[in-house]
């Protein structure tokens, strides 16, 4: 247990990077989720056009081959944004493309008949979407938005590759010190658990609190 | 039919625009991946870093075989000979130390090639089957026998020697700096402090830095090539790494140079399990033997020997190192 009582400070930040590099691309993702999914859902043709290509391309990439592709061909260009922004930007717009997915379920679950009787009584589309279609949508979702963000968490881990010291950066840090690879490794992967654990429990409770029972 | 065609017209254009804009960018991916991760490594034998880095065949032929009274029964030496295989632990990436030629499938380099002359001291034959291992998997692969040793520039350390037996050390070598060729302000480790610098990931230099530059940030790559392009891009004012790896992306690249003398002494070990001193005391013997004989020497020469600069060093003593 000394692997990992002696690394504290080293292992804190890292989880510290994890979350920060969570949260910010949950709430990003969860942004360009909607967005996406209201795209695909719109009358005009091209703009339901962008967003089919934005969710294809970007779910049919690998994300570890996004974040060299965003971290190393960019700077070629000119454009070389700092490592951890480089890091939460792909991460938020691959992650977006299976909130948009997800998003569009829940869309689907909304009966027809909403959408034509808002549009009934002079809703416009944007305030049909904001009044009528989202709420409901949304809070049929949680759960897999939920699964979502928890796969965000372990897709966070991928940033190590290209120098972000998250949880798993320092967990390789401190195991290149102490060669106690199974203690280390149990360890991060215990934190990984937890947070993991905290973003389920707080699925459930919003699930339970704003789910509508049809 | 006619309608059928209409209606699905326009979605099949669509779909088509999707998926070769996926492609496209998928292409892209690999391209630039490829002109960027791969130009270090793939480019370092197209430059012919000092001839074919293959050992010649007559080294190998050479090369000494264990008598039969050096091989117990029932020791691991024993079970080797039978499988008539020795299975190792190393990377596939490491230029010039071990790295998987694509074009043969082949492993070369300096701890391919000790690996090689390991098992014909074994078994008569150069047969070796390599494990691909990480960094944090070296350990655990040995403790629990799934590889026979580990050649990986596995420095000798007394943390993992409670963890592995280390025969050796059998090469010695010393983290070094790489700037970038116009970059005329640094001039050795010590010119580093404060500033950002490049490591690799899970590398000697990310425990080492603190304490030869106080006060630099690290940033850490997975790989030798998308450090080397870190430090191109201007990531960081210099690449703290290994001499002999930087000596062979210098070498392939134009845009880095190698400043200033090692800083650091690694002591290179073979990882052997932990509980095994007959081997332990049989791979020693075994490294004295070619040390001895200049087979240590021609493998040095064919491998790393053709871009560090100066003479053939001598060969580190055998427990010279803590840990060892």
């Known amino acids: 247990m000394n692997a990992l009582t002696g690394h504290l400070s080293e292992l804190g930040h890292g989880v510290v990077t994890t979350v920060e590099l969570t949260v910010v691309t949950t709430i990003a993702a969860l942004l360009i989720g909607i967005i996406v999914a209201i795209l695909r859902i719109t009358p005009v043709p091209m703009l339901r056009g962008i967003g089919l290509v934005y969710v294809e391309v970007l779910q049919n990439l690998p994300l570890l081959a996004l974040l060299v592709l965003f971290v190393f061909a960019l700077p070629q260009i000119g454009i070389t944004f700092p490592l951890f922004t480089s890091a939460a930007i792909v991460i938020a717009c691959y992650e977006g493309a299976y909130m948009a997915e997800a998003i569009r379920a829940g869309i689907n679950t909304v009966a027809v008949g909403q959408a034509e009787a808002a549009r009934a009584i002079g809703l416009t589309f944007s305030q049909s979407l904001r009044h009528v279609i989202l709420p409901q949508a949304l809070r049929a979702v949680i759960q897999p938005i939920g699964n979502i963000c928890i796969a965000l968490l372990m897709n966070t881990s991928l940033a190590a590759a290209v120098g972000v010291v998250e949880l798993t950066q320092a967990a390789n840090n401190v195991n290149l010190v102490e060669a106690q690879p199974i203690e280390v490794f149990t360890g991060a992967g215990i934190a990984y658990m937890l947070m993991a654990l905290i973003i389920g429990f707080t699925t459930g409770r919003l699930e339970r609190k704003l789910a509508i029972v049809r | ?324």
């Open chain 2, 1 to 324: 039919m006619s309608i059928f065609g209409k209606r699905l017209g326009p979605r099949r254009t669509v779909a088509m625009a999707a998926v070769s804009a996926a492609a496209a960018l998928a292409l892209a991916a690999c391209g630039s991946s490829s002109s960027g991760g791969g130009s270090a490594a793939g480019s370092a034998p197209g430059n012919g870093l000092g001839g074919s880095g293959v050992l010649a065949q007559s080294v190998y032929d050479n090369a000494p075989v264990a008598s039969a009274a050096d091989i117990p029964a029932g020791s691991t030496m024993a079970m080797i000979k039978q499988k008539g295989v020795l299975t190792i632990g190393a990377a596939l990436d490491a230029p010039l130390l071990s790295q998987q030629d694509p074009t043969n499938g082949k492993i070369e380099g300096f701890d391919a090639d000790m690996a090689k002359l390991l098992a014909k001291y074994i078994t008569g034959k150069t047969n070796v089957k390599t494990v691909t291992i990480g960094t944090q998997t070296r350990e655990a692969m040995l403790s629990s026998k799934q590889v026979d040793a580990v050649f990986n520039t596995y420095t000798i350390t007394p943390e993992r020697a409670q963890q592995v037996a280390f025969a050796g050390p059998y090469m010695s070598s010393g983290l070094a700096v790489a700037v970038k060729a116009g970059d005329n302000s640094i001039h050795s480790v010590k010119d580093l402090a404060g500033k950002t610098v490049i490591v690799g990931a899970n590398t000697p230099a990310v425990t080492e830095l603190p304490t030869a530059a106080p006060g630099s940030k690290q940033v850490a790559f997975g790989t030798d090539p998308e450090a080397v392009q870190a430090l191109t891009q201007g990531r960081g004012v210099a690449y703290v790494q290994d001499l002999t790896l930087l000596a062979s992306d210098a070498k392939a690249n134009p845009a880095i140079k190698v400043v200033g003398q090692p800083f650091t002494t690694e002591p290179y070990g073979i990882g052997l399990n932990h509980d095994d001193a007959q081997f332990k005391a049989f791979v020693n013997d075994w490294l004295k033997k070619i040390e001895a004989d200049g087979t240590w020497a021609k493998v040095w020469q064919a491998t790393l020997g053709s871009v560090v600069q100066g003479t053939t060093p001598t060969p580190p003593a055998i427990g010279s190192a803590q840990g060892s």
